[in-house]
């Protein structure tokens, strides 16, 4: 199927709310995705969702939607990566991690794990963003707690705007960009910090948003070959609630992620001479190993396959 016969299977009109429910606004098709009924004259509802299957009853979508649910999702996520493909990749922010080491870290620490640090000297908890680098605090703590710092233009950062979303999909209004330092929880004033860049937020947040990078940069200094080290108790004292091997495993994957990005170059076997002043090409070999990512996909049927008997396929996209 072409792109643009794509954008044309999912102008069908919204018919319903999302969720299991049908609305008044009807398209015709050939049979209802869950009892098969196929009359001509049979006023169809499609579903406002992913807007790939219909129904002729408000039943048959409500029965429907156990089965229905999971590939709903995956169908509207697929359209809504169809219609945006386009989109240019400069302003992602996504975390530097293989989905691999990601993985490990989320085991570890879960997918919600909050931290103690201080923020411009003040004691606050914040959650730990794994899965992205981009530091987000909330115009109301910004008032509360660092009155004197100054909110600037996003354009300080990068060119253009910024289209922020979070992980459920919402987008997140924001209103500029200031600078915080942060350091982990310690009786130490040596202890290292990083300055970070936090997007301001208009909207309200239970806790200040941190990107892994930002503990990795902290984490990765630190001297942990001793159990009893100061450093460890630093990384206990912020990451409270989590067992002493737990951490330990924690700080040796964040100083040890980046090593999966190195690997061999091997050249030919003769002489090169590269001329003062100049650059030369060399056709040479690596071995990356696998390359990891996550791909969103759609299976599809192929219609000149016959099917085993009592089988029933229903309206499905197919190329």
Not at 194 to 221: A, C, H, Q, R, W
Request: proline share 4%.
């Amino acid at each position: 199927m072409s792109t643009e016969s794509w954008k044309e299977y999912f102008k069908l009109q919204e018919a319903a709310s999302p969720g299991p429910e049908v609305a008044e606004r009807s398209l015709r098709s050939q049979r209802c995705s869950y009892c098969g009924k196929d009359d001509d004259q049979m006023t169809l509802y499609c579903c406002a969702q992913c807007k790939c299957v219909v129904y002729c009853l408000r039943n048959c979508q409500k029965r429907h939607w156990n089965d229905h649910r999971n590939n709903c999702k995956t169908l509207r996520d697929l359209t809504w990566t169809c219609q945006n493909k386009t989109r240019s990749n400069n302003k992602t922010f996504t975390s530097h991690l293989t989905p691999s080491e990601h993985a490990k870290i989320a085991k570890l620490v879960g997918r919600r794990c909050t931290v103690k640090c201080s923020l411009n000297e003040f004691e606050a908890t914040v959650l730990w963003d794994t899965g992205a680098q981009v530091s987000i605090v909330s115009k109301e703590m910004m008032e509360k707690h660092f009155p004197k710092n100054v909110i600037k233009n996003i354009s300080e950062l990068i060119n253009g705007e910024l289209d922020l979303t979070a992980a459920n999909g919402t987008r997140i209004a924001y209103s500029g960009w200031t600078e915080i330092e942060v350091r982990l929880i310690s009786s130490k004033e040596k202890d290292p910090s990083v300055m970070v860049p936090f997007l301001v937020t208009n909207d309200s947040l239970e806790y200040p948003i941190l990107g892994y990078n930002v503990i990795e940069e902290l984490i990765k200094p630190m001297n942990t070959s001793d159990i009893q080290s100061a450093h460890i108790a630093t990384v206990q004292a912020s990451f409270q609630g989590f067992d002493e091997k737990v951490l330990l495993e924690l700080v040796r994957l964040i100083q040890t992620a980046r090593a999966n990005e190195l690997c061999t170059i091997k050249s030919p076997k003769k002489d090169f001479v590269i001329p003062a002043k100049k650059t030369f090409k060399v056709n040479c070999r690596a071995n990356t190993g696998p390359v990891e990512e996550t791909t969103l996909v759609l299976f599809e049927p192929d219609e000149l396959t016959p099917w085993p008997d009592g089988l029933s396929v229903h309206e499905t996209v197919t190329t």
